[in-house]
Antibody, heavy 120, light 106 residues
């Protein structure tokens, strides 16, 4: 059974960079049939797509965040990562990583999520 | 961006009832529509993909229908574990967008 696990600091100061990693267990990140994505959910609110990456390095980003987001992949560690720069309180959210099925692009496996708070 | 609008935003029901949740897209998205269930403090769980395909291990009381701009999630015979928030998600454009959610309450 595939498992995804987010990791990273739970508290980030305003104007700094949020950095999270997602470790994939029980399967290979180097699959041509899948992308690997990041989604966030502010407390009490809905879901927002951040972006995704293929093991080849191909990326897609939400245009509203594109200037601040970088998603990368490390196939040797079976991990992918998210960096979000110049954070503000509006970036406080639970951040999820997920597997995206190529083609129909649905998210079939999710990490448990990690709360990141932006505060000084 | 393709906007996704769910109705209702909240819904009260009882165990054994049947309910429907509607998701409307701001433009045609063919059958590129997925449904998720989220319980408090948990990650969303995929229920339905490609508008009407049931994800593995999801009970058959869940079903999805629709194409184009209007989609429906139906739950027949609600069970206690079904009380949760439901989200639709379009995957027609590379900027995936979610509906605002429908909270199903007792």
């Amino acid at each position: 059974q595939l498992q995804l696990q987010e990791s990273g600091p739970g508290l980030v100061k305003p104007s700094e960079t949020l950095s999270l990693s997602c470790t994939v267990a029980g399967g290979s990140i180097s699959s041509s049939s899948h992308y690997w994505g990041w989604i966030r959910q502010p407390p009490g609110k809905g879901l927002e797509w951040i972006g995704s990456i293929h093991y080849s390095g191909s990326t897609q980003y939400n245009p509203s965040l594109k200037s601040r987001v970088t998603i990368s992949v490390d196939t040797s560690k079976n991990q992918f990562s998210l960096k979000l720069s110049s954070v503000t309180a509006a970036d406080t959210a639970v951040y999820y990583c997920a597997r995206v099925i190529s083609g129909w692009s649905y998210l079939d496996f999710w990490g448990q999520g990690t709360l990141v708070t932006v505060s000084s | 961006d393709i906007q996704m609008t769910q109705s209702p935003s909240s819904l009260s029901a009882s165990v054994g009832d049947s309910v429907t949740i509607t998701c409307r897209a701001s433009q045609s998205i063919s059958s590129s529509l997925n449904w998720y269930q989220q319980k408090p403090g948990k990650a969303p769980k995929l229920l339905i993909y490609a508008a009407s395909s049931l994800q593995s291990a999801v009970p058959s009381r869940f079903s999805g229908s629709g194409s184009g701009t209007v989609f429906i999630l139906t739950i027949i015979g609600l069970q206690p574990e079904d009380f949760a928030t439901y989200y639709c998600q379009q995957s027609y454009s590379t900027l995936y967008t979610f509906g605002q959610g429908t909270k199903l309450e007792v």
